[in-house]
């Protein structure tokens, strides 16, 4: 009994010790790949990539909540402005389409074209 329980403290050991290395592995590729990016960030002349940079890591720190469908990340606050700005063309006469008018329509120009 006593070598199973030792045999058994050794696995948890090891596995623990695993763990802790593996950790350590990913905060140091972390670390290598933000001292990599930063290298890179010196070398680079255009303004509009760091434009692009600092808009990529901005939206990361801003909550994302949806997406335009151009692609356009979206935080909760710009969500809901163009949720009411919708709101607001359509109060103020915006043309509306059920999803079956759409479907029937994108049907159709596919079958005209």
Do not use: C
Not at 60 to 86: C, D, F, M, R
Request: charged share 25%; hydrophobic share 40%; proline share 1%.
């Amino acid at each position: 009994m006593r070598k199973w329980i030792s045999f058994n403290r050794l696995i948890v050991l090891n596995f623990a010790n695993f763990l802790f290395n593996f950790t350590k592995k990913a905060d140091m590729d972390i670390q290598a790949t933000k001292i990599e990016l930063v290298k890179q960030l010196l070398n680079v002349e255009k303004e509009s990539v760091l434009n692009k940079v600092k808009d990529i890591l901005s939206t990361e720190s801003a909550n994302t909540v949806a997406y335009t469908t151009s692609g356009e990340p979206l935080t909760e606050e710009k969500y809901i402005a163009h949720i009411k700005q919708i709101s607001n063309d359509i109060e103020n006469g915006a043309t509306i389409y059920s999803s079956q008018e759409v479907k029937n329509y994108v049907l159709n120009r596919e079958t005209q074209q």
